[in-house]
Every structure is written in C-alpha cells, then in structure tokens.
C-alpha cells in the first residue's frame, strides 16, 4: 500500500516549536503535541513533507513571540530548534521549491500570500495539503481538492501506539550552544 504524501501547512507544526520556546524561556514541561505524534505515530502510512518556506515563517513567528516576550532568541537557538525537529520527526524538508503563477490566482481569490504559496508548493509536488485554517481549506478547494485538517487525516488513518507524549529534557539551553542529538 503506498503511503499518504502530505505537505504541512506551517499552522500543524509550529505548536512543536511554540512549546520548545516556553520549555526553554518560560520553564514549562516540553510536551509533543498530537499533531506531531500521530504523523510519528503513522510514518508507516504518511510520508510528510513541509518546506524551507515553513522553516523561514516559524523564524519569523519565533522572533516576534520572543520580541512581545522580551527575550532575546538567537539564530543558533533557532537552529538549534530547526535540527531537533528534522533529527526526531520523520518530516523531510523541501530545500528546492517552485512556485508558480497558480500563487497569485490563490491570492486574488483571497488566500493569503504565504497560503497562496504553501498551497501552490503542495499542487505542484502532488502532495495533499493538511491544514487547521479554515479559510485556506475553503478557498483552497476551489482550486485543489487534495486538502485536509488534522481531525480529517486522522480519521483517514489508522493510529498506532507510539511517540511519547513528554520528552525530559528540552532541545536547547537559554545560550543555545547545547542541543539534543
């Protein structure tokens, strides 16, 4: 049976990098969520992609949410963070990506532009996008059927037991000079 190819819309793993912040900088217990286990849980079944691009917004929310928190967050610690997520998950990273024109029909249909260019990334590599946004699903539709939210994938596939829930030691220190391998 072949496996289900997804493309991850930023919104299904940028909670993994929201919790590695606060574990670190806010002292609270690291906790994987659902989102992430379940497509650890089923890498049997899924194979899942997500690209640079959803690298390069996650930066950018992480800085922001280190700037309202005013905390300084360093490009080594957001490495650091980038290189615990690709060593443990079985998401593999697109490090080429082509967009095309189709981007700005989704963006004048109204799907915003990083939407727009996350939807066109998942069309031209085949992939089903799973997304938790609303609107991108609903504008999406209009012009890729092969989209989903997370409560839908799910109950396309069967769960296995798997991904512990907590991890005990946070992927990086305060310095961001130490990381876990």
Do not use: C
């Not at 072949?2 to 912040?21: E, H, P, Q, S, W």
């Not at 989102?35 to 992480?62: C, P, Q, V």
């Amino acid at each position: 049976m072949a496996k289900l190819k997804i493309y991850l819309d930023t919104n299904m793993v940028y909670g993994l990098f929201k919790r590695m912040f606060q574990a670190v900088f806010k002292g609270r217990e690291f906790r994987i969520p659902e989102k992430i286990r379940f497509m650890h849980r089923n890498s049997d079944k899924i194979e899942a992609y997500t690209s640079f691009f959803t690298l390069i917004e996650i930066a950018g929310e992480l800085r922001s949410l280190s700037k309202r928190k005013k905390i300084k967050l360093n490009k080594a610690q957001i490495q650091s963070m980038f290189n615990f997520f690709t060593e443990n998950f079985q998401v593999e990273i697109l490090r080429e990506i082509r967009i095309t024109d189709k981007a700005l029909e989704y963006f004048l249909d109204g799907v915003q532009w990083k939407d727009a260019i996350q939807l066109d990334i998942a069309r031209n590599n085949g992939f089903t996008l799973v997304t938790d946004d609303s609107d991108l699903q609903r504008i999406g539709k209009k012009h890729y059927q092969n989209i989903l939210n997370f409560r839908e994938l799910a109950s396309e596939e069967s769960q296995l037991a798997g991904a512990p829930a907590v991890l005990s030691t946070p992927p990086l220190t305060k310095g961001g000079e130490e990381a876990i391998r």
